[in-house]
């Protein structure tokens, strides 16, 4: 009588994964059988479902991820994957405003990619050192808190003005980001 070996345990995890800081990204163990006794994912860190053969990871800095599985005749199969998170961030202040355009660049104001969780301070100041607009605690990429070229109720002169802007990342991080912005008419 001959047996037959049973079927080999197999887990893949795909190909590594590249992500920009604060970027998300699915992480998905894939089995070649359904009969699994136990399973883990190590480290669980930044993974949101870490009970789970599908999980969501955002990540704030590179690691290599481990999926292992047991079946129920105790064959063990793992997999890894690599995940790199460039530390690029993405955070652009115009250089150049027209307040009184219908279109755009009238007003500004931070914008940025998934890394910037909020704008701690914005503020404005005159070739003088005079600040003339400050706003704290808001979302990027929203041009309603940004600055539309007034100080005081009015309209500033066409002229160059300086920014010291300070940014939140999603893992609590901080960036303090200066230069100046040329308010034309």
């Known amino acids: 009588m001959n047996l037959s070996a049973p079927p080999q345990l197999i887990v893949d995890l795909g190909p590594d994964i590249t992500l920009s800081f604060g970027d998300s990204t699915v992480l998905e163990a894939l089995l070649n059988m359904t009969e699994i006794d136990t399973f883990n994912w190590s480290p669980v860190d930044f ?26 005749m105790g064959c063990v199969a793992r997999d890894q994957v690599q995940v790199v998170v460039l ?44 600040m003339l607009f400050e706003n704290q605690n808001f ?16 309209k500033v002169n066409p002229g160059v003005y300086v920014y010291v802007v ?6 609590g991080s901080t960036e303090v980001i ?8």
């Open 47 to 72: 993974l949101r479902t870490p009970d789970s053969l599908v999980t969501i990871l955002k990540p704030t800095h590179s690691q290599i991820y481990t999926f292992t599985a047991l079946d129920t």
């Open 87 to 130: 530390k690029e961030h993405r955070i652009f202040l115009p250089n150049i405003i027209r307040p009184e355009s219908i279109e755009f660049n009238d007003v500004f104001t931070v914008y940025s990619g998934a890394e910037v969780s909020r704008v701690r301070t914005m503020q404005i100041y005159d070739r003088w050192g005079e």
């Open 139 to 154: 979302a990027p990429n929203d041009p309603q808190f940004g600055w539309r070229g007034n100080a005081r109720g009015k």
């Open 166 to 171: 300070e940014v939140e990342f999603f893992d």
């Open 178 to 185: 200066s230069g100046d912005v040329t308010v034309v008419r």
